[in-house]
C-alpha cells in the first residue's frame, strides 16, 4: 500500500524559507519520479516541482523556479522541497504526489499547511 506523509509546513514571514519532506513507503522509491503540487484556497490543485527517479533531473514551474528544490535521498525513501524567497501567494497546501507504474491514477498524500505572511 502507497503511503505518503508530508511534513515540515507552517506560517512564515514572506521572503522566509521553509523544507517540506515527503516521507514514503509501499513502492520502490529509487524506481519512480516525484512530484511536488500545491493547491490554493479557491484554486486548482496545481504542479510545482518533479524530480526523475533514474538521473536525478528535475523542473519547476515557472512560478517557483530559482526559489524552490526539490531533491530527493533513496536511502530515506524521502523526497524534499526546500522553499526560499518565499511570497503570500506560495500560499497553500503542498502535496507529493507518485503515478505507480499500472495505476490510472496518482497516489497522494495529506498534504501540509504552508502560509506566508505579508
Known amino acids: 500500500q502507497v503511503q505518503l506523509v508530508e511534513s515540515g509546513g507552517g506560517l512564515v514571514q514572506a521572503g522566509g524559507s521553509l523544507k517540506l519532506s515527503c516521507a514514503t513507503s509501499g513502492f520502490t522509491f529509487s524506481s519512480y519520479t516525484m512530484d511536488w503540487f500545491r493547491q490554493a484556497p479557491g484554486k486548482e490543485r496545481e504542479f510545482v516541482a518533479t524530480?526523475?527517479?533514474?538521473?536525478?533531473?528535475?523542473s519547476y514551474a515557472d512560478s517557483v523556479k530559482g526559489r524552490f528544490t526539490i531533491s530527493r535521498d533513496n536511502a530515506k525513501n524521502t523526497v524534499y522541497l526546500q522553499m526560499n524567497s518565499l511570497k503570500p501567494e506560495d500560499t497553500a497546501v503542498y502535496y507529493c504526489t507518485v503515478r505507480i507504474r499500472g495505476s490510472t491514477s496518482r497516489d497522494w498524500g495529506q498534504g501540509t499547511q504552508v502560509t506566508v505572511s505579508s
Open positions: 524530480i526523475m527517479w533514474n538521473d536525478g533531473s528535475t
